[in-house]
């Protein structure tokens, strides 16, 4: 490494605009803030990025994962990259030789080493990071999975066939469940994999627009079993983070589809937030609003098997969190299944007169089952919704275990490991 350096070559780690869906995977998972983005695109920044690979494996399309060995002089900008509409070729032996890079250096470059910022960062207490307990692998007995069968540049069609918002009616911001049919062409998804939307149009600077990631939230045998069609949970984007007006334009448009038209789907995505296939394992799923799209399809495929005599009785758990009951998808269907089939916990953070409830507290709330599906190596955990609950649900993990005498470290590592605690946040 410190021959690369002195030759003054990195191995620069760039993302692949044209295949990127941009769903933010990689920006969210990157231990050290190496990723930002605009409008247009996703980039690394190469004087932050070490080179941990933590952001490879849960990127979807496999856009992540490009580099081009560079003069260190020479390092692509932030912004050269935020104006890409492909990648740069690789440079030459030649443009390598003239820029005053040997074969020799060109040949041993590897990606960047710490900076100093980050070795002095590292030497202080560290700051807690839930994304480092993410597994990137599935659980060994789940189901394989097709990826990428459609890219962004070959979108297939899929024509909609049902539409019905979800929430209670009168409900400004509200989510629409949307059944997508794809006729006789090949769409094979499983529990916990997303598809991309490509809305119609192009954007402020007249690009087309860029496809949006959705979770599946239909099993593996349709959402009309024995049909090739799927569901999302989709909700209408009326304001952003801060509150402020906006009118999001992929989720609005989906939401307005009438039955009977067509859209433009790219993908499947997604092979390790995959439900497992043994019939007693334990599934506890974690999530909020719209993250309730994927527990939906394994709620939905456990039952299907109940339904037919193949269940054999592994747990499940759902803690779902909203804002009011009334933004709450499904709360109507949730509320008529056995509840000897599933254990349902809602918590509501803006109810009029009430204190603010998250899932994080239910989970402690329930600490001493948690307790013992930790302790249960058939147990599988999984957290989907906004970004800003991810540190809260894998910290209240942590402190169930630490409470139950179980070493943190030891327990999450073991569910990294084997594929059995999943997140995925946005």
Not at 194 to 202: F, L, Y
Not at 292 to 306: D, F, G, V
Request: hydrophobic share 40%; net charge negative.
């Amino acid at each position: 490494m410190d021959m690369v350096v002195e030759a003054g070559v990195i191995k620069q780690h760039l993302i692949d605009p044209e295949i990127c869906i941009r769903c933010n995977t990689c920006e969210a998972t990157c231990p050290v803030n190496a990723i930002t983005h605009d409008d247009n695109n996703y980039v690394v920044r190469a004087d932050v990025c070490n080179g941990c690979m933590a952001c490879i494996s849960p990127c979807p399309t496999g856009s992540i994962d490009n580099w081009r060995t560079m003069p260190l002089v020479r390092a692509y900008t932030i912004e050269e990259q935020l104006t890409w509409e492909e990648l740069p070729a690789e440079l030459t032996p030649e443009e390598l030789e003239a820029a005053g890079v040997s074969g020799a250096a060109a040949e041993a470059a590897e990606v960047p080493a710490q900076t100093q910022a980050q070795a002095a960062a590292s030497a202080v207490e560290p700051v807690f990071n839930s994304a480092q307990y993410g597994a990137s692998v599935p659980p060994w007995s789940a189901a394989h999975a097709y990826t990428n069968l459609f890219p962004p540049k070959t979108p297939t069609t899929a024509t909609v066939v049902g539409n019905f918002n979800c929430t209670e009616a009168g409900f400004d911001s509200e989510t629409h469940h949307i059944v997508l049919d794809f006729g006789v062409v090949p769409f094979p998804v499983l529990e916990g994999q997303s598809i991309g939307i490509v809305p119609p149009g192009v954007d402020a600077i007249g690009k087309r627009h860029h496809a949006r990631q959705y979770s599946v939230a239909s099993p593996r045998n349709g959402e009309r079993p024995g049909y090739n069609n799927v569901s999302l949970t989709v909700k209408r984007v009326t304001e952003d983070h801060e509150g402020d007006p906006v009118r999001g334009v992929c989720s609005n448009y989906v939401c307005d589809l009438k039955v009977g038209e067509t859209v433009q789907v790219v993908g499947p995505f997604g092979s390790s937030f995959l439900m497992p296939n043994h019939p007693k394992s334990h599934i506890v799923m974690i999530c909020t609003g719209t993250g309730s799209a994927p527990m939906r399809a394994m709620t939905e495929w456990r039952r299907r098997l109940r339904k037919s005599g193949k269940f054999e009785g592994g747990k499940l758990m759902l803690f779902f969190g909203a804002r009011t009951q009334q933004e709450l998808p499904y709360f109507g269907p949730l509320q008529s299944l056995p509840k000897d089939f599933i254990d349902i916990n809602f918590a509501f953070s803006r109810t009029a007169g009430q204190p603010k409830r998250y899932v994080q507290d239910l989970m402690r709330e329930r600490a001493a089952d948690l307790a013992a599906l930790l302790k249960d190596g058939a147990s599988h955990f999984y957290v989907c919704g906004l970004k800003s609950m991810e540190e809260g649900v894998v910290l209240a993990l942590r402190d169930v275990a630490k409470d139950a005498g179980l070493d943190w470290d030891t327990v999450g590592a073991q569910l990294k490991r084997e594929g059995r605690l999943h997140l995925e946040t946005y």
